[in-house]
Nanobody, 119 residues
């Protein structure tokens, strides 16, 4: 497994932008599919965006399409989530996660970073 550390969360106003970063330890990052998930108080965890090992397969939840962009830099062992036009409903703890195989679930998780969007 890789060790994951998120950063970049904060308190912003509606319409603002944030970029989350997730730094991974180890030399196997390029073998991992990566994803961003979020969980708001009282709600289930939601898959926000995922990116395959080489970056050629990307998924976005309908709620963030056109506003969020996931990317990765395998040379820097980092995955990013650029979040534009933030809305109050984007308020949640955002988690970075990785999986080494499509046959497995996401089994490496970061500690999470809080994103709060005020109206």
């Amino acid at each position: 497994q890789v060790q994951l550390v998120e950063s970049g969360g904060g308190l912003v106003q509606a319409g603002d932008s944030l970029r989350l970063s997730c730094a991974a330890s180890g030399r196997t990052f390029s073998r991992y599919d990566m994803g961003w998930f979020r969980q708001a108080p009282g709600k289930e965890r939601e898959r926000v965006a995922t990116i395959s090992k080489t970056g050629d397969n990307i998924y976005y939840a309908d709620s963030v399409k056109g506003r969020f962009t996931i990317s990765r830099d395998n040379a820097k062992n980092t995955v990013y989530l650029q979040m534009n036009n933030l809305k109050p409903e984007d308020t949640a703890v955002y988690y970075c996660a990785g999986r080494s195989s499509t046959l497995l679930g996401y089994n490496s998780w970061g500690q999470g970073t809080q994103v709060t969007v005020s109206s």
